[in-house]
C-alpha cells in the first residue's frame, strides 16, 4: 500500500481498475485482528524513496486526545456495556497479552483511549467489530437516519422522493452498479463483498436481468412541471424586472 498510497497512476490505464475491483471480490481478506500493519504505522503516505512514512495509530490517538474525545471506558458505559475498575476485568473482552500490555502503560483501564480500546475487543459473532465500536457506528448510523433533513427516506419535504421512486432506489445492488460502471466485468457475484460461492453466492452474468436495473422513467418529467410558490413569484417578477409592464 505504501507503494501505490496517493499514486494512483495505475488507474489511468485502461482495464487496471476492473482488475483491481475482481480481485477485491474474489481474494479472501484477512480476519480482523488487533495488530497493525506497518504499511500504515511506518510507512502512511511516505514518499516516494524515502524510508518511512508517518504512523497512522498515533495519528488516530493523538486526534481524540486534541479533540477532547471520551476515553474507552467512557464509551463502554454510553454503550451500556459493563466498565472495569481494574485491568483483569479486561480479560475475555480483548486478548490476553493486550491487557499484559496496557497494564505495562497506564495506571488505570480509564486512561486507555478509545480507538486503541475499541479495535483490540474480540469482535462480535459474525462481525469486524467488538461491541464498543459496534454500538457506536450503530448509533451514529441511527442519528443519521432520525436527525439528517436530507435523509432520502424522509417523506414530506420538498425533495423528498415519491413512493414509486423509493421503490426503484431500493432495489439497487453494488453487483449492478459494478455491472454497470466497468469494461470488463461481464459476470459478478450477487453479493460482491462476500466471496462468490455456487451454492449461496453465485456468479451471474451482467446481462442476465438477475440483477436489476433502476427504473429512470419515475423520474421522467412530461411536462407537467410544479412550482412552488416562490417559484410563481419569481416568473411573475421577471416582466417588470426586463422593463415590461
Not at 102 to 131: K, T
Request: with cysteine.
Amino acid at each position: 500500500m505504501s507503494d501505490l498510497i496517493r499514486r494512483p497512476y495505475d488507474l489511468y490505464r485502461a482495464g487496471v481498475y476492473d482488475e483491481y475491483l475482481m480481485g477485491l471480490m474474489n481474494q479472501v481478506a484477512q480476519a480482523m485482528d488487533d495488530s497493525i500493519t506497518q504499511e500504515v504505522t511506518n510507512h502512511l503516505f511516505k514518499k516516494e524513496g524515502a524510508r518511512f512514512g508517518m504512523d497512522l495509530v498515533s495519528f488516530n490517538m493523538q486526534r481524540g486526545r486534541e479533540f477532547g474525545v471520551p476515553g474507552y471506558m467512557e464509551f463502554r458505559k454510553f454503550c451500556g456495556l459493563p466498565a472495569s475498575d481494574n485491568f483483569e476485568e479486561l480479560f475475555g473482552s480483548m486478548p490476553n497479552e493486550t491487557v499484559r500490555r496496557y497494564e505495562s502503560i497506564f495506571e488505570h483501564p480509564a486512561d486507555v483511549d478509545l480507538w486503541s480500546g475499541g479495535v483490540s475487543e474480540r469482535s462480535l459473532p459474525g462481525s469486524m467489530l467488538g461491541p464498543t465500536f459496534a454500538c457506536i457506528i450503530a448509533t451514529q448510523f441511527s442519528y443519521v437516519r432520525r436527525g439528517d433533513r436530507f435523509w432520502y427516506e424522509l417523506p414530506n419535504q420538498p425533495s423528498s422522493f415519491t413512493p414509486e421512486q423509493l421503490q426503484e432506489i431500493r432495489k439497487a445492488k453494488l453487483a449492478r452498479l459494478i455491472c454497470d460502471n466497468t469494461d470488463l466485468i461481464d459476470t459478478v457475484q450477487i453479493y460482491p463483498m462476500v466471496l462468490p460461492d455456487h451454492e449461496i453466492n453465485p456468479r451471474v452474468p451482467c446481462k442476465s436481468g438477475i440483477l436489476p436495473s433502476i427504473d429512470l422513467s419515475k423520474w421522467a418529467d412530461y411536462g407537467h412541471e410544479t412550482h412552488s410558490p416562490h417559484q410563481y413569484q419569481f416568473l411573475n417578477d421577471i416582466p417588470e424586472t426586463i422593463g415590461f409592464k
